[in-house]
């Protein structure tokens, strides 16, 4: 981590750059960034996720769960880290979600773009077959039957090569954000083809998921080790 006078702010996003690791202002525990959410204070004085690590100013992080984003809300915790007086929403931690969703379809229609997405079943099908294929995409309120005979190609394709499935299935778009995303309309499947803007995607994908599945993680884990 980036040698820095304020341990729980770092000087910005250029002098930031080479750091791989911050500390969460709640947990006060040091994570790799990919796993935490930087926030900066907007001109207007209100905290704003900087989900892109890109905005000017001094930034304080969080790791990437509603409940952290909820914990420092409701601890003041933005006051006393930029230790000034600042405006911070109650809806912070909805806010942050529909700006992680908003990241993720940015980077799938810059993927569309380049020409690494396909839509439709039959074409998905065909991807999956020709062994090109970076991710599996479902929409998460497409239909159980579609989805069902996807995955089972996908593991099919496994099972002769005497592997794993390596290739992620994601499914953290509604169709209508998949529709906004490819410009379309009722995409319920796509396939991601290997590519620069497919690893961004998949990367934002992690985030999104990290932040609405932490929680549900340390829950588990703290049940299994209650049994142990």
């Not at 839509?119 to 579609?146: P, Q, W, Y």
């Not at 796509?190 to 934002?204: E, Y």
Request: hydrophobic share 40%; with cysteine; aromatic share 4%.
């Amino acid at each position: 981590m980036l040698a820095s006078a304020d341990p729980d702010l770092d000087d910005g996003p250029r002098t930031g750059k080479s750091a791989t690791t911050r500390m969460c202002a709640v947990s006060r525990e040091v994570r790799p960034i990919d796993e935490l959410i930087r926030f900066v204070v907007a001109p207007t004085g209100e905290v704003v996720p900087d989900i892109k690590r890109k905005l000017p100013g001094r930034g304080l992080w969080l790791s990437a769960s509603r409940r952290s984003v909820a914990e420092a809300v409701r601890r003041h915790q933005f006051s006393k880290g930029f230790k000034r007086d600042v405006r911070v929403a109650p809806t912070l931690p909805t806010d942050t979600e529909t700006l992680l969703v908003r990241s993720v379809t940015e980077a799938l229609a810059m993927a569309a773009k380049a020409g690494q997405v396909v839509c439709g079943f039959g074409k998905v099908e065909d991807a999956l077959n020709r062994s090109e294929t970076a991710a599996l995409i479902h929409a998460s309120d497409g239909a159980a039957d579609g989805i069902r005979k996807l995955d089972a190609i996908l593991r099919q394709r496994g099972e002769k090569r005497g592997e794993s499935p390596v290739i992620a299935v994601v499914n953290v778009l509604t169709s209508e954000e998949l529709d906004l995303a490819l410009g379309r309309s009722n995409v319920i499947h796509a396939a991601l083809l290997a590519g620069p803007a497919s690893k961004t995607f998949l990367s934002r994908c992690q985030l999104l998921v990290r932040y609405r599945m932490a929680d549900d993680d340390k829950t588990a884990e703290a049940a299994r080790n209650s049994r142990a």
